[in-house]
């Protein structure tokens, strides 16, 4: 069915404040769990973004189609706008006539808000585990990076949360292009983190922010660096080469290498680049450019610095959490995270669902409970999930893979002693051309079951040796020797 222009009017007006009623809701809703928090603001940038994309839609409209406006206006004004009125009366029915069962978009329930459900929602892939869903940054990676830079010291990771600002650790002449490829990669972790935990907020705007501060502190002159060198940037410790993206730590050997031709070579391709893309020479962060040049690198250490001072609460939860946690152990570790994880995701669920008690209640005429397991408990026999304390007890949560099975992982104690007499074990050790035996029990790995293997046989043809020799022999000269000797001397014709 065709749509007029003020039709589309209507829908595009409708529809914004749809959106901008599901932008209060989420707003007035508040919820304490972290999860459920991040998860309605994310859903409200993305409110925000077709708000953006509709109003634009809509002044386009309202640009473009004012004569068509006014020409749809004066054919309802005329006297035939009713037989229009009836043509589009049958098309309706016609159309309803041919889809029955064409079911009524409720605009209500569309932007509503609606239950958490584990697995499901797009926040559950936005963090990784040590984030803790934006509570704690996760900088192990940007730390190996670091710490693989030429001339660093060693370091701690405790001790590089606490000096991540301090760019001075790095010697000036090892601010090289792999330095600069640390500095993006730390740029591009710390952007998107805020990204992902302040979605309402607009990252590229404050990035322009200071990258107009760093512009106007270049322009006075920063420290330790020598603004509009050209081609070679000095220090006051040495000489740095742009074109050969090289620091000399004397004069003379840096004016030495000058006549070279490795040097000329560099010059004429520094050249070239400038020439065929001449907007790269100015710092651009907010396009994810960089070359690694000296000019770029103070560029990225300024605004590295205003992204921590941003993130100086998570920064500071990181450090503790950190210290908290050397004092566990790797599996008491990870167990810390899935309970957090678990409590989050349960504690947002509860909320959803106090929210849509309504509508849950009017969903549920024919009398039938919902099962609610946001633990993904086993079901007993009742077809409820069994009491946590019972999963507890049985051990149900602990993990058991057997690499003889295939890599297969077995849910509890209980299940792992008895899956050695089943046919998946049984099967695997015959694979390995193993026979089974109650020895192989509590043996999970394909190389101890091997090595087990070999000792067996070893064994049984010693046993098989040693019963050979026990009987013995005498021939008609008195010579005694064992019963498998004297048969084969007796064979040969030798007795």
């Known amino acids: 069915m065709s749509e007029s222009v003020l039709e589309i009017h209507r829908y595009a007006q409708e529809e914004l404040e749809r959106l901008s009623q599901a932008i209060v809701d989420r707003q007035v809703a508040s919820p304490k769990a972290i999860r459920e928090r991040l998860r309605l603001e994310h859903q409200s940038s993305h409110f925000i973004k077709q708000i953006r ?33 009836y043509k589009e009366l049958d098309e309706i029915r016609d159309f309803h006539h041919r889809y029955p069962d064409h079911g009524v978009e409720n605009f209500e329930q569309l932007y509503a808000i609606k239950p958490s459900e584990t697995g499901t929602d797009e926040i559950d892939t ?41 760019f001075n650790i790095v010697p000036k002449s090892e601010k090289n292009h792999s330095y600069a490829t640390y ?46 060198d050209g081609q070679a940037n000095g220090t006051s410790s040495g000489q740095y080469c742009e074109a ?23 010059v004429e391709r520094l050249e070239a680049q400038k020439s065929s893309n001449p907007q790269n020479t100015t710092v651009s962060l907010a396009s994810g450019s960089i070359s690694g040049r000296p000019q770029e690198i103070p560029a990225l250490e300024f605004i590295i610095k205003k992204l921590l001072g941003v993130l100086e609460e998570e920064r500071q939860a990181t450090r503790e959490n950190v210290v908290r946690r050397q004092t566990l152990t790797a599996s008491e570790r990870l167990a810390e ?69 295939g890599n297969f992982v077995y849910m509890g104690r209980k299940a792992f002693d008895k899956h050695f007499t089943e046919q998946r074990h ?51 000269e008195g010579n005694v020797m064992s019963e498998k000797v004297y048969n084969d001397l007796r064979a040969q014709g030798l007795l």
């Not at 990784?128 to 060693?154: A, Q």
């Not at 840096?254 to 490795?262: E, G, I, R, V």
Request: proline content about 4%.
């Open 244 to 266: 050969c993206e090289r620091f000399y730590q004397k004069k003379s050997v840096y004016d030495a290498h000058l006549p070279s031709k490795k040097h000329k070579k560099a």
């Open 337 to 405: 995270i899935r309970a957090a994880e678990q409590e989050a995701i349960e504690a947002s669920v509860i909320e959803s669902k106090s929210q849509n008690n309504e509508d849950e209640q009017g969903s549920d005429e024919e009398g039938e409970e919902k099962i609610y397991n946001p633990l993904k408990l086993p079901i007993g026999w009742d077809g409820k999930p069994i009491p946590f304390w019972l999963w507890k007890l049985h051990g149900l949560g602990k993990e058991f893979p057997c690499e003889v099975c």
């Open 426 to 476: 049984i099967y695997g050790l015959k694979c390995l051309g193993i026979s089974p035996s109650p020895l192989f029990n509590q043996i999970v790995s394909i190389d101890e079951a091997l090595q087990l293997w070999q000792k067996v046989k070893a064994e049984n043809r010693k046993q098989e040796t040693s019963m050979a020799n026990l009987n013995e022999m005498e021939d008609d």
């Open 183 to 228: 500095l993006r990669h730390l740029y591009e972790y710390l952007s998107s983190f805020f990204q992902r935990t302040h979605p309402l907020k607009d990252i590229n705007r404050m990035v322009s922010i200071f990258q107009t501060e760093f512009d106007i502190t270049r322009e006075a002159g920063l420290p330790g660096q020598t603004v509009g």
């Open 53 to 85: 994309d509709t109003s634009e839609r809509l002044l386009k409209i309202y640009e473009t189609g004012n004569e068509l406006r006014q020409q749809e206006i004066a054919r309802i004004s005329r006297d035939e706008s009713l037989d229009n009125f």
């Open 126 to 166: 936005l963090f990784r585990g040590e984030e803790m869903y934006g509570r704690f940054m996760d900088l192990n990676e940007l730390y190996e990076e670091f710490v693989n830079l030429k001339s660093i010291e060693p370091i701690s990771y405790l001790e590089y949360l606490s000096r991540l600002d301090d």
